[in-house]
């Protein structure tokens, strides 16, 4: 993905998951070892944690990201 194109998933990812969270997704979105089923999990995780506002919360599997 060019930058541009980023800066434009991130910028639509903050209006639903606080900062935190859009730039990890974003991180995640460009890491070529996460598989998109690791992806889906982890976003539904995230969205749970943010429910309970859980704002730093990081997915087992996206540690290293």
Wanted: aromatic letters at 8%; charged letters at 30%.
């Amino acid at each position: 993905m060019a930058q541009k194109e980023i800066e434009k998933v991130n910028s639509l990812l903050k209006m639903k998951y606080n900062i935190f969270h859009a730039d990890l997704i974003t991180r995640a979105i460009q890491n070529d070892r996460i598989t998109l089923e690791q992806f889906d999990v982890a976003c539904g995780v995230i969205a749970m944690a943010e429910s309970v506002d859980n704002d730093e919360f990081v997915p087992k599997c996206w540690e290293d990201i």
